[in-house]
């Protein structure tokens, strides 16, 4: 086909392929709706049913759905790429919904949408006031969600479809990966979903393995690595970690959850010995010296404001909550109630800007908190010295002025967003302070309530709308924004 | 398969661009930011930063685990030395691009093996040898010839008049046993005919058939041979230089450039050509001082291709019997095509088509291969135990995309049909449209 008949077709947007892309990946959700209905059915719980039934009727949309359409033509451009990237991650929410709506712990639509977005987007928000009262197979679907979500479903897609192994699944790559710029590190983007994955799966195993090797079951451990590597933070027990009381539960989990807000890139590079580009890399050093640094805070504060009750309090449980925080978890430690106002502060910039790019952490990461230093300390001096020529280098490349410029609006507009959706649920009739601060969480995918930090009394005061707001909030900050609010663009639709 | 490619300007984009699409492993290796990042955000493939010529950027692209190596930067002393370079790291096999024919002279070609040089493109002869065939057959646009002309594979565009316009292929098929329609290019489109399609007129039909049946086709298609003398062509660029030397005593060339500089060179370098004229191939004053009615066939190899087109638009007018022109904007092909200029030549493709022949196979020589704007043929050898071999044509299931031209057994060319057998030792012609060929590799490895 010549390139003038492919512009032609492209006015329209390529709706009946985008619909057989989703039933292919209805086929891969209902597949992993089996696991949870065969554990369920293993531990001899009712669930079973509820399970194998959501998993069925997935299937049996997304077969239907890849039988029964058939696009004219195959090709998918940018616009394709987005929009299909936003509307899985709601049809998969839509699906991922239905066990909660007949499960033993039933909830209604509202929440059941909630619990899945949240799930999904590894924000870790949930309804459920104790998952101890959950079957095991409820818990095991949370934790699945997350594990999806936490590198993304479409790169997973990618990694195991190969009709997506075209210039169409590069698009849906850029609108779902993290960060500025986003590196290929194999030549085919197949090959770099697969290569990342199994970045993913070995750190999944490798943390079930040595939390099952402490104090907790299997099924804990393997619930919590889920939570832990995609650095969302459903856990199976109300108090979570906490429960197991154990220090070596925390150390293990704020190693992964370390990870987990690492570039996966840069853990692939380290995995086939190429450790120089972590070494190297500017965004990796920041990540680390955050931390560092901030824990040297935490530490003189927590000793002469809190007052230290034994070891753990100046070292596990700081780092724990630090980290935590940093890569958007949102586990709580022990003692953190008792830290007051100033650590809930020092918690807004540190979930705000979030961990490395290329992670599974969310918040807005470091690489652009780098670059928006960068940018302020050049305006400055440009005050003081109108001719100075200057350049924003990261790893010692220059940045070209407009991905600096997109760098700073991305960072105008996620204030926006967690402004514009505080101000939503408030109205919605939430109080302002739980309000803001879920929205803040929501965004910033880092999932704990404002109960957890003493200031609020979380989840439940915010309104059924406000929810629906908050799981809007969740997906736009997953997608980084552009990827959502571009769907709202008029030009988007028709040119 | 993973292939390297050095230099990210009109050739090895485009290159990138098809390879990606044919489901290779592409890292593209650049200095320019600007231009990578457009490729990365358009195809699959992986970009480098750097010079391409550097151990840096090599390393970085770890050439030395590739299957191919393409090095298409201008300067062909940076391609070989980054071939070199590539070469001696591990790169398998290493093409270089050249604008020199001293280096493919069969006298230096072991010296140039030596440095880590495996193939050599070299997009101005090959354009030069397209343009001459051109001018012996003026009847066809493309005129492909395999195993010394056993099988040809011949692109005509059929008028109003041709007897064939509006037939079922079926019927054709029947009438006339010895022709093959392959491949029909139809406005923007090129497609893989089945039984029921019809030809219509203005249609480019892509003809296979065997040596002997080839002069039937003129009066199938309703076209006349026109014997050219004398030549005018316009640019004296490389391409000009090459034409004259290679055919200046078959035909009487005129060569006309703006440039004086560039005429006062082309007198030096071109001592086979007829006469050189400075001044404006478009301008009407010029040309008939120049005796426009005495000349047989124009060829356009300006710079810009508009001007390449609408000059031969021109000389149509003026009564040419043959017009030529380089054009070398792909989108602009089909529009120069449909503009009925006789041959278009473009060096993308032409080196694509080099390159395609060395991923179908890597080894020898031995296969041919063409690339058309949206559409390749190839010449493949049938390997012991291929899947081609395995059933009758019909019962292969073949893809839509791809189909079975002719094939050459013991040296004799034949047509494929749906009964035939294909064997080991056999070079069948296939055609397929763009991002299928790697299906056809996997149909004859």
Partial sequence: MSSASRIIERR?????????????????????????????????????????????????????????????????????????????????????????????????????FFEAMAGFTTTGFTIF??????????????????????????????????????????????????????????????????????????????CTAMLWMGPMSLFDSICHAMGTVSTGGFTTKADGPAYWGSTYVYLVITAFMFLGGANFSLIFFCSIGRFFKARENVTMRAYVGIIVSMMLVFIIFIALRTGVNGW?????????????????????????????????????????????AGSTSGGAKIDRLIVLAKYLRNTIKKALQPNNVTTVKIDGKVLAPETVDKT??????????????????????????????????????????????????????ITSCGRWVLAALMLTGRLEVFTVLILFNPNFWHR | MRIVIAGAGEVGSHLAKLLSNEEQDIVIIDSDHGRLQILDSKYNLLTV????ASFRALRDADAAHSDLFIAVMPSEANNIVACAIAKQMGAKCTVARIENYDYMAPANIDNVRSLGVDHLIYPEYLAAQQIVTALRRTWVR??????????????????????????????????????????IKRGHETLIPRGDD?????????????????DDLLSITGKIEHHIRRVLIMGGSKIAIRVVDMAGGDFKFTIVDKNRGVCDMLAQKCPDADEIYCGDARDMDMLSDIGIEHYDAFIALSDSSETNILACLTAKEIGMKKTVAEVEDIQLINQAERLNIGTVVNKKLLA??????????????????????????????????????????????????????????DGKGMLVTGMTQIMPGDHVVVFCLSGAIHKVEKLFN
């Fill in chain 1, 129 to 206: 006031p104790d998952p101890d009262d959950l079957s095991h197979g409820v818990n095991l679907w949370r934790g699945m969600m997350q594990w999806i979500g936490g590198l993304g479903i479409i790169l997973f897609t990618l990694a195991v479809l190969p009709m997506l192994d075209h210039s169409g699944g590069m698009q849906m790559f850029n609108a779902e990966v993290t960060g500025i710029t986003h590196d290929k590190i194999r030549p085919r983007i197949s090959q770099t979903a697969k290569s990342l994955w199994m970045v993913y799966v070995a750190l999944t195993v490798a």
């Fill in chain 1, 12 to 112: 329209t947007i390529n709706m009946p392929m985008l619909v057989k892309v989703i039933g292919w990946l209805l086929l891969i959700e209902g597949g992993f709706m089996l696991i949870p209905a065969v554990v369920s059915l293993a531990y001899s719980e009712p669930d079973w049913i509820a399970f194998g039934a959501s998993s069925l009727l997935t299937l049996g949309v997304g077969y239907s759905f890849n039988r029964f359409i058939r696009p004219e033509r195959t090709s998918m451009g940018k616009r394709e790429g987005f929009l299909l990237t936003a509307l899985v991650w709601v049809v998969f929410s839509a699906f991922g919904m239905l066990p909660f709506l007949v499960c033993s712990s039933r909830l209604d639509v509202t929440d059941a």
């Fill in chain 2, 198 to 214: 019809h030809m219509e007129a203005n249609d480019i039909l892509y003809i296979t058939t065997t040596r002997d049946h080839v």
């Fill in chain 1, 312 to 356: 753990e309090d100046i070292s596990v449980y700081p780092l724990f909550q630090i980290v935590g925080v940093m890569t958007s978890t949102g586990y709580c430690a022990p003692t953190m109630h008792l830290w007051g106002a100033w650590a809930s502060a020092l918690f807004v910039p540190l979930a705000f800007f979030g961990a490395c």
């Fill in chain 1, 408 to 461: 700073i609006a991305f960072l105008s507009l996620y204030c926006a967003v967690i402004g514009t959706g505080g101000i939503l649920i408030s109205c919605l009739g939430s109080p302002m302070v739980d309000a803001f601060y879920s929205a803040f969480s929501a965004v910033t995918n880092l999932g704990m309530t404002a109960d957890a930090m003493g200031i609020g009394s979380g989840i439940s005061d």
């Fill in chain 2, 352 to 409: 694509s088509s080099r390159i395609f022949q060395l991923l179908l196979d890597s080894d020898s020589s031995t296969s041919k291969c063409l690339a058309l704007t949206d559409a390749e043929v190839a010449e493949m050898e049938v390997k012991p135990g291929s899947r081609i071999t395995r059933a009758l044509v019909k019962d292969l299931n073949l893809s839509h995309d791809l189909t079975l031209a002719g094939l050459i057994r």
């Fill in chain 2, 142 to 183: 493309q005129w492909f010839e395999i195993l010394n002309g056993e099988i040809m594979v011949i692109g005509v565009r059929i008028g109003e008049q041709a007897k064939m316009c509006g037939m079922q292929l079926k019927d054709f098929a029947f009438r006339h046993r010895h022709f093959h329609v392959s491949a």
């Fill in chain 2, 49 to 52: 930063a750097g010079h391409p």
